[in-house]
């Protein structure tokens, strides 16, 4: 074997370079969150949430 390659059990910063490589590996591969709940958005809902959300304030107050 190679012993370029191989990780030395003994040494503690090549264990933690091995926990830094596989952790910036497992977010570097994740993808975005999904937007699908975005995608019909229109600015009379936008304006109609606002009504109700006005509506119910002051019913509150």
Do not use: C, H, Y
């Not at 993808?31 to 509150?60: I, M």
Request: charged share 20%; proline share 7%.
């Amino acid at each position: 074997m190679n012993k370029t390659k191989q990780i030395q059990w003994w040494n503690p910063f090549a264990w933690f370079g091995a926990v830094l490589r596989s952790t910036f590996a497992f977010f570097g591969m994740m993808s975005p969150p999904p937007t699908s709940g975005l995608e019909n958005l229109q600015v009379a809902d936008v304006k109609d949430a606002e009504k109700v959300a006005r509506e119910a304030q002051e019913a509150s107050t």
